[in-house]
């Protein structure tokens, strides 16, 4: 057998992952014994016996089994992390009897895709959490215990950051201090009082006189009814009912508010609801003295409704009491499919599906900012609304009256569609596909200097009366693309650039007035190639001059066929382009 010394050996850089396949030499000084053993040995032994010392540092506390020391002027960090971004990353402490299912505490993180919907379906990925698993359901065991043990010492809470300013809570040994609004679903229950901000007492329940001590209300001098659901009394009191305060008279409403709790309010000004489709669900039920299906108007109240609403019980309103477009948005589509009023709200898109048989839609006073649909053939009313930056395009028949406001473009394009634009304020452009149109009052912008304010498809009908067609910046007039039946009244366009189709069957003029009285008028003007036609058929193209007196004309004279004179002796008529014809007068009758 050959010798070698260990000094002669190789270094091993790494050793085995199964480091039961690694050996070591080792000596065992008590028993003066030399012998191999397996890396997994070493590791299992290792500190069997003795404490896991990293770091090198002295050992401070008293029965410790693994000490991890260092020193940094920035800190020092333990890191457990798992690679799996399915799992989680867990340090667990538990007892002598825990069986790995309960008895432990567990403090973690989940993995960046971390989903467990049934056994853990409260943790979602990236969430930290600590948690007590007990040794039962039934048992007060297992109780997590977070505090300080100095007498000063506080527990603080911080949400959304790290500074002082993220501060919510602050538990102290004398006091819990809430530093936002606490809101509590459930009840509230006290073995004290109430001490509020004006250092009033509260001791025992809210009842129709005070029984705190030097309290004040904002009510205590004025007289309010009040309605009581259970015994269906309404009472003239001093007070208000604390439990679900709200004004008697007022029972059809439905109001909602994005600050309230959640949705378990009974829709009242006092007590509403969180979501417009809570109060679609309130709509069908009894109130008060109101019956079911009864309560018709829904109040929002000022702020955001991140909801896509669909109106389809007859006769709502959907009201708020803000301005147009101030601070009550529905951001999402409103959908409406039956008759209906909507009033004062702005809304991202709003669509109308209703039919004519489910009544009118009242659309007033609101601010629609992508796009307006109407598909339907409901009879439907825009009072003053602002669409100035919306579509509007109307694929269903029925009729559709726009009074007042303001819209980016409008689109009509369904024969049976009946459309009338009365007073707006300002549209965009304008195109008749299909359908009839009559614009009135109105100002129609085109999109370029050199596009049509009104395009008007064959087939299709249009009466523009009394309206302005302008360019963009309103600086001057626009052109127009008629191809259908069209009349044109008393409106400003740019003719000489726009396309008038000629009378045909699928359109042209339609221009023609028809009036039981007389025309009173400084003056009628005719365009090139105009007439006027009598009762009887026959027209006139040029001016009656009428019987000149004493203008005698000579054979050659200027003038024009059907032009007449006379003088004491001959009467004239113009047969030809300066050519006259004279006739003797006689001197007797």
């Not at 000094?7 to 030399?34: E, K």
């Not at 790290?162 to 102290?172: D, H, P």
């Not at 004006?198 to 025992?204: A, E, K, L, N």
């Amino acid at each position: 057998m050959s010798t070698i010394k260990i000094s002669q050996l190789p270094a091993l850089t790494s050793i085995s992952s199964n480091t039961q396949n690694t050996l070591f030499i080792a000596v065992d000084l008590p028993t003066s014994t030399t012998g191999k053993l397996t890396g997994k040995a070493l590791a299992q032994g290792l500190f069997a016996n003795e404490v896991l010392n990293v770091g090198n540092n002295a050992i401070v506390y008293p029965n410790v089994i693994g000490q991890f020391a260092g020193s940094s002027n920035t800190y020092l960090q333990i890191n457990l992390q798992n690679f799996n971004s399915n799992g989680s990353s867990d340090f667990v402490a538990s007892t002598s009897d825990s069986d790995n299912s309960v008895k432990y505490i567990d403090f973690g993180i989940s993995g960046n895709t971390y989903n467990d919907p049934i056994n853990y379906s409260a943790f979602k990925a990236y969430d930290g959490y600590m948690y007590v698993y007990g040794p039962s359901n039934t048992s007060q065991q297992g109780n997590l215990i977070i505090g300080t043990a100095s007498t000063r010492a506080n527990i603080v809470f911080l949400v959304g950051g790290l500074g002082t300013g993220n501060i919510v809570g602050r538990v102290s040994n004398s006091s819990f201090d809430f530093l936002k609004p606490v809101y509590v679903t459930g009840n509230v229950n006290t073995t004290g009082s109430f001490i509020f901000s004006d250092g009033s007492v509260q001791t025992t329940a809210y009842t129709s006189v005070y029984a705190q001590s030097g309290a004040t209300s904002a009510y205590a001098t004025q007289k309010v009814l009040q309605y009581n659901p259970s015994t269906n009394a309404v009472t003239y009191s001093n007070t208000l009912d604390a439990v679900r305060a709200y004004i008697t008279g007022y029972s059809s409403e439905i109001h909602v508010s994005p600050v309230a709790v959640d949705d378990t309010g009974n829709g009242t000004i006092g007590d509403p609801v969180k979501t417009i489709a809570r109060a679609k669900v309130l709509l069908a039920a009894a109130f008060e003295t109101t019956a079911a299906g009864q309560r018709k108007t829904i109040i929002l109240h000022p702020g955001s409704y991140a909801e896509d609403v669909t109106i389809d019980t007859q006769y709502t309103v959907l009201t708020t009491h803000e301005l147009v477009g101030k601070s009550t948005t529905l951001a999402g589509t409103l959908t409406l499919t039956t008759g209906c009023t909507v009033d004062g709200l702005k809304m991202t898109n709003l669509v109308i599906s209703g039919s004519s048989a489910g009544g009118s839609i009242d659309i007033i006073g609101c601010t629609v900012t992508t796009a307006t649909t109407k598909t339907s053939t409901a009879y439907t009313v825009f009072r003053g609304c602002d669409l100035s930056s919306s579509t509007l395009s109307i694929t269903g028949g029925g009729t559709t009256i726009l009074n007042g406001g303001n819209y980016f473009t409008l689109t009509v394009n369904n024969a049976a569609a009946g459309v009338l634009a009365k007073s707006v304020v300002s549209m965009g452009p304008v195109t008749l596909t299909l359908g009839t149109l009559q614009l009135s009052d109105t100002l129609i912008y085109s999109a370029t200097n050199t596009s049509y304010a009104i395009t008007q498809s064959a087939n299709s009908v249009i009466t523009i009366n009394n309206c302005q067609t302008l360019i963009p910046d309103l600086s001057n007039v626009s052109r127009n693309s008629l191809s259908g039946f069209y009349s044109i009244l008393s409106s400003v366009y740019d003719r000489p650039n726009s396309i008038l189709a000629t009378l045909s069957a699928t359109g042209g003029p339609l221009n023609s007035i028809i009036y039981d009285q007389y025309i009173n008028a400084d003056r009628l003007i005719l365009s090139a190639g105009g007439r006027i036609t009598f009762p009887d058929a026959t027209y006139q193209t040029t001016a009656y001059t009428g019987l000149t007196p004493n203008d005698t004309k000579a054979s050659n004279a200027t003038g024009t066929a059907g032009q007449t004179s006379y003088d004491s002796n001959y009467f004239y008529v113009c047969i030809a382009t300066n050519t006259w014809r004279r006739v003797a007068l006689g001197s007797t009758y």
